[in-house]
Every structure is written in structure tokens, then in C-alpha cells.
């Protein structure tokens, strides 16, 4: 069983940036493949970025160019680089696992999930 915990949200204004951690426990680690997905409040848990085992990256396309999914399987860490940040991506960000080499941003494919850290962007 994979433990997921996330931390770095926070409040900022519209154009800025934060970082989001995910430190991951009780797995071989660098077989899972890893992303991060939020939910804002009345909408569906969407994807927005995941990293397979070989390190390769994909990312929904309202996002592309200013965020950064990145990992360090030394730490165990997952992480989420945030710029220019918008007001509509206020929402809870999680971190999810799924043992394998296929990266998706289906929900439905990641049984792994962490209990979420809150991103609030001001306009």
C-alpha cells in the first residue's frame, strides 16, 4: 500500500507561483507512475500532469508551459512546479499512484491517492 502526502499549497495572487510536494512511502517507489490532479469545489477531479517510471512527462493543455511535474526517486518525492498561476485553478491538488509503466490523467486508472493540499489563487 502506497502512503501519499502532500504539502506546499497556499494562497497567492493571480501570476504567481508555489511549489506542491508529495512524499510517497511504503512502495518501490520507481515503479509507480506518478501524478497530480485537482478538484474544485462542484467540479470533477481532473488531470493535470503525470510522470511514467523513465521520467517522461505529460500535461493537460491549459497548463502546458507553466507547470512542471518532476520527481526525485532518491526522496521519494513528487512534485508540482506552479507558474502564473490563474484564478479558475483554485481548487484541492492531489497526488495519486499506479504501479505500472503507463502514465494516464484518468482518474479512474490511480488507486493510490493522497488527501490533498489547497491551491487558492486571488484575482
Known amino acids: 500500500q502506497v502512503q501519499l502526502v502532500e504539502s506546499g499549497g497556499g494562497s497567492v495572487q493571480a501570476g504567481g507561483s508555489l511549489r506542491l510536494s508529495c512524499a510517497a512511502s511504503g512502495v518501490m517507489y520507481s515503479s509507480y507512475c506518478m501524478a497530480w490532479f485537482r478538484q474544485a469545489p462542484g467540479k470533477e477531479r481532473e488531470g493535470v500532469a503525470a510522470i511514467d517510471t523513465e521520467g517522461t512527462t505529460s500535461y493537460r493543455d491549459s497548463v502546458k508551459g507553466r507547470f512542471t511535474i518532476s520527481k526525485d526517486n532518491a526522496k521519494n518525492t513528487l512534485y508540482l512546479q506552479m507558474d502564473n498561476l490563474k484564478p479558475e485553478e483554485t481548487a484541492m491538488y492531489y497526488c495519486?499512484?499506479?504501479?505500472?509503466?503507463?502514465?494516464?490523467?484518468?482518474?479512474?486508472?490511480?488507486?493510490?491517492w493522497g488527501q490533498g493540499t489547497q491551491v487558492t489563487v486571488s484575482s
Open positions: 495519486a499512484a499506479r504501479y505500472g509503466v503507463i502514465a494516464t490523467m484518468n482518474r479512474r486508472d490511480y488507486s493510490n
